[in-house]
């Protein structure tokens, strides 16, 4: 990650749950700093996963996962999983 400040703190924040419960919903609300109004968030569910390589094509979005937290470069990576854990069991 070329954009990535010397002395940086890395969060690695990987999201788990059911399926079609908005793992992929929150994280996009949080990495493109998206507002979705009740109608979307209640949309019938399309299987999705959002992948780490977000950070990498858009710019905005890795400039969004670096913050300073109590005086601490913090960069945050968020994970997405699929929800059907029962695949590889």
């Known amino acids: 990650m070329d ?3 010397p002395h ?6 990987v999201v788990v749950g059911d399926t079609a419960v908005g793992k992929t919903r929150l994280i996009c609300a949080r990495a493109c700093n998206a507002r979705l109004t009740l109608s979307q968030l209640l949309t019938t569910h399309i299987p999705t996963v959002w992948a780490i390589d977000q950070y990498r094509i858009y710019k905005e ?13 913090v960069s945050l990576r968020l994970w997405d999983t699929f929800g059907d854990h029962d695949k590889d069991r």
């Open 61 to 73: 979005v890795l400039e969004r996962s670096c913050e300073v937290v109590d005086g601490v470069n």
């Open 3 to 5: 954009n990535e400040q």
């Open 8 to 13: 940086q703190e890395h969060v690695k924040c």
